[in-house]
Every structure is written in C-alpha cells, then in structure tokens.
C-alpha cells in the first residue's frame, strides 16, 4: 500500500483488511522506521569511538552496541504490535526510535568513561559501563 492509500484507504480496503488501527499502525510504522537508522548509526559510533585504544581489538564494545541496537529494535518491533491494537501509543514508536541518539551523544561528545569523576546522570552502573568501553 502506498502512503496515500494508508493515509485515507478505500472503504473496500478497509472491510478487506481489517480495523482502520491497522493503517494507522503501518503508517507511524513507516515513519518511524527511518529514525531508527540514525540511533543505530549513533550507537555503533559511540562504541568504536569513546573509550582508548587497545591493541586486543574492540570486541566488548561492539558487542554491547550491538546488544544494545538488538533491544532498541525489539522494543521497536514490540510497540509496533502494540499500536495496531491502539493507535494512541503511535507517540512511544517516535520515542523509542529517538531515544538512544542523545544518550549516544553524550558518550560521543564527553569523556566520560577515561575520567574519575563521573556526571550525576552516568551515576548507576560506572563500574559496568566503565568495563565495557574502556
């Protein structure tokens, strides 16, 4: 179906198909989906980049990004079910999409896993996240 067809769909569509909450799925589905490229991107980016050097290789790091970009997509794909049962939690398919970019920006823009002192929102698992990308 095409966007416009989701949009506005044909009555005949809708008593072939099902529910109208379907359409409204699949449209937010549509979307959505293209936001999740860019956390994905940040993510992957934020694990190679931050933390040193080291000649063993990067292999924690890539694979708490890639854990990390398999969850963003299983919650993803959950909600996706979610809202073509009710179209009023279309908000949380943006929200998980969009989410882990800013926290990828702040493992990008800041030095937080070399330093000592630790900001007041990186507070919970210093030792783990520390172990994973240094």
Not at 63 to 74: F, G, W
């Amino acid at each position: 179906l095409s966007v416009g067809e989701l949009i506005d769909p044909p009555y005949e569509l809708v008593r072939a198909k099902g529910p109208l909450s379907r359409f409204k799925s699949e449209l937010h589905s549509r979307f959505a989906t293209p936001l999740l490229t860019f956390s994905f991107v940040l993510i992957a980016l934020a694990a190679v980049l931050s933390g040193s050097f080291n000649r063993r290789g990067m292999s924690r790091r890539i694979l708490a990004a890639a854990l990390s970009i398999v969850v963003v997509q299983t919650g993803y794909m959950t909600l996706v079910g979610f809202v073509a049962r009710n179209s009023g939690l279309s908000f949380f398919l943006y929200l998980v999409a969009v989410l882990p970019a800013p926290f990828a920006f702040a493992f990008l823009s800041g030095d937080y896993l070399r330093s000592k002192r630790w900001p007041r929102r990186l507070k919970l698992w210093p030792k783990l996240i520390r172990r994973v990308f240094s």
